[in-house]
């Protein structure tokens, strides 16, 4: 059973394209995350949600917006793709609000063409 | 703000050789401290973690101290493995709730038999 699921795993698509990024985590968390990972590796937060509340919502284009329709899933979606959001989307759960162990999904590679 | 910064990589090392990938931070308050790893093709995952000042995490055969005066956590490994390939991750939290882990840059390691 994987603990934190993401999909797709890889996803191509166009520019101007809307996508979406879905996330489940099986491990009855409170709170879940979305990081961008950059060609450099670089990871960077952009979302957190505690309880399905919006907790961090860092320095994001609002073409970026997740979505918590419960606790257990956190969805990303993406309007107006463009090559620079070309990245490796992390989806991450913890137990507790500000717990620095985190539980990470295997990413989602987003290729914009 | 609180800031993480890690030695540039790659990595490159043979079997059994010591390993240190050098991790320094910023911080205005108590943080603690966490190495994390990504394998190929995965998500992150917690190798040790520090929570105050002359902590040492260990985890695997890896070890690191929580150096205050230094604001240094270096990863260390006396004898590496093929295995151990991948990707590590210096990370912070300022312990404050409604914040996210700030990560270091990354540090590719590459073993080689």
């Known amino acids: 059973d994987t603990a934190v699921s993401q999909t797709p795993k890889y996803l191509v698509t166009q520019m101007g394209n809307d996508k979406s990024i879905k996330c489940e985590q099986n491990?009855?968390?409170?709170?879940m995350y979305w990081y961008k990972q950059d060609s450099k590796k670089f990871l960077k937060i952009m979302f957190s949600?505690?309880?399905?509340?919006?907790?961090i919502n860092e320095t994001v284009p609002n073409r970026f917006s997740p979505k918590s329709p419960d606790k257990a899933h956190l969805n990303l979606h993406i309007n107006s793709l463009e090559l620079g959001d070309s990245a490796v989307y992390f989806c991450?759960?913890?137990?507790?609000?500000?717990?620095?162990?985190?539980?990470f999904g295997s990413g989602t590679q987003l290729s914009v063409l | 703000g609180d800031s993480v910064t890690q030695m540039e990589g790659p990595v490159t090392l043979s079997e059994e050789a010591f390993l240190t990938i050098n991790c320094t931070y910023t911080a205005t308050g108590y943080p603690s401290l966490f190495w994390y790893v990504q394998y190929p093709g995965e998500g992150l995952q917690l190798l040790l973690k520090?929570?105050?000042?002359?902590d040492k995490g260990s985890n695997k055969g890896f070890e690191a101290t929580y150096r205050k005066e230094t604001t240094s956590f270096h990863l260390e490994k006396g004898s590496v493995q093929v295995s151990d390939s991948a990707v590590y991750f210096c990370?912070?939290?300022?312990?404050?709730?409604?914040?996210?882990?700030?990560f270091g840059k990354g540090t590719t390691l590459s073993v080689s038999s």
């Open positions: 520090a929570t105050k000042a002359d």
């Open positions: 991450a759960s913890s137990q507790l609000r500000g717990s620095e162990k985190l539980f």
């Open positions: 990370a912070l939290s300022d312990n404050q709730a409604g914040t996210a882990l700030i």
């Open positions: 491990l009855g968390h409170d709170t």
């Open positions: 949600y505690n309880n399905k509340e919006l907790i």
